[in-house]
């Protein structure tokens, strides 16, 4: 029994974009309708989400069943990051990573030795509980786990050449919301000065041979045109949320059905 080859990696190696959705309804049918509709990976976002493990397994399940491959955002707890990747997620997105330390933090979670410093469990879920062996499991996670980071402070902008020189971080995604935030220019996501920091940011992790990950509104009027600008400055670009998606739909379709 093998554990195949991450999808996601391995296009991003062959020099493919690469486009997700971030999956905020703890639902397995949201997930499979992501897969269904073509989506090359789900990212779960239990950083700003309520959800359990159990929710997350059965969203890992579901995303298996429909094809699309399951990433989880989450917060930097290596208790959770072993629990998510145990569980079968092929890569994570960790926000607000300010510092060398933190970066080294993530991959110490994320990463078996020699990379990184994390225990051994013989009977996780992505083990078939145990029926591929601990050894073949960390050789294979240290090769096709995706891993990001995201950089959403000044402090982060800061230490970001030292961030970036941590080894086992494969990602570098801005926050624009936190930082507008950081920036003094809260609610101003798309302000010049951010998006200048941003690309101060990208430009950085592409030097040092980083994928880049970037969130974009597939409901702008200028969506084609940005996609296709973004094409060639990104390997990695999510189409927004699945909540706003769902609520600007509902509220389209009210609206239309009231005027008419």
Same mark, same amino acid.
């Given at each position: 029994?093998?554990?195949?080859?991450?999808?996601?990696?391995?296009?991003?190696?062959?020099?493919?974009?690469?486009?997700?959705?971030?999956?905020?309804v703890?639902?397995?049918?949201?997930?499979?309708?992501?897969?269904?509709?073509?989506?090359?990976?789900?990212?779960i976002?239990?950083?700003?989400?309520?959800?359990?493990?159990t929710?997350i397994?059965?969203?890992?399940?579901?995303?298996?069943?429909?094809g699309?491959?399951p990433?989880?955002?989450?917060?930097?707890?290596?208790?959770?990051?072993?629990?998510v990747?145990?569980?079968?997620?092929?890569?994570l997105?960790?926000?607000?990573?300010?510092?060398?330390?933190?970066?080294?933090?993530?991959?110490? #979670?994320v990463? $078996? &030795?020699?990379?990184?410093?994390?225990?051994?469990?013989? /009977?996780?879920? *992505? =083990?078939r509980?145990g029926?591929?062996?601990?050894?073949d499991?960390?050789?294979?996670?240290?090769?096709?786990?995706?891993?990001?980071?995201?950089?959403?402070?000044?402090?982060?902008?800061?230490?970001?050449?030292?961030?970036?020189?941590?080894?086992?971080?494969?990602?570098?995604?801005?926050?624009?919301?936190?930082?507008?935030?950081?920036?003094?220019?809260?609610?101003?996501?798309?302000?010049?000065?951010?998006?200048?920091?941003?690309?101060?940011?990208?430009?950085?992790?592409r030097?040092?041979g980083?994928?880049?990950?970037?969130?974009?509104?597939?409901? #702008?009027?200028? $969506? &084609?045109q940005?996609?296709?600008?973004?094409?060639?400055? /990104?390997?990695? *670009? =999510?189409?927004g949320?699945?909540?706003?998606?769902?609520?600007?739909?509902?509220?389209?379709?009210?609206?239309?059905?009231?005027?008419?």
């Amino acid at each position: 029994m093998e554990l195949k080859k991450n999808p996601v990696k391995e296009k991003i190696r062959n020099g493919q974009t690469v486009f997700g959705i971030y999956i905020g309804v703890a639902s397995p049918t949201m997930v499979e309708l992501a897969g269904y509709a073509g989506f090359d990976f789900v990212r779960i976002d239990a950083s700003h989400n309520a959800y359990d493990i159990t929710a997350i397994v059965g969203m890992i399940r579901a995303a298996e069943a429909s094809g699309v491959t399951p990433m989880v955002r989450l917060d930097n707890d290596p208790h959770l990051i072993a629990n998510v990747l145990e569980a079968g997620a092929m890569g994570l997105f960790i926000p607000d990573v300010s510092s060398p330390e933190k970066a080294r933090s993530v991959v110490d #979670a994320v990463h $078996f &030795a020699p990379m990184g410093d994390r225990g051994t469990y013989a /009977a996780s879920r *992505i =083990t078939r509980y145990g029926a591929i062996s601990s050894g073949d499991y960390a050789k294979w996670s240290n090769e096709e786990l995706l891993v990001g980071i995201q950089i959403e402070s000044r402090e982060a902008a800061d230490n970001l050449e030292k961030t970036l020189a941590v080894d086992g971080i494969d990602m570098i995604g801005s926050g624009r919301g936190d930082l507008a935030n950081a920036l003094g220019l809260t609610g101003q996501k798309n302000h010049p000065d951010v998006l200048a920091l941003e690309e101060k940011i990208f430009a950085a992790a592409r030097q040092r041979g980083k994928c880049v990950s970037v969130n974009l509104d597939p409901t #702008a009027p200028d $969506f &084609a045109q940005t996609v296709a600008a973004w094409k060639t400055k /990104a390997q990695v *670009i =999510t189409l927004g949320h699945d909540l706003t998606l769902i609520r600007r739909n509902f509220a389209d379709a009210i609206k239309t059905a009231r005027q008419g």
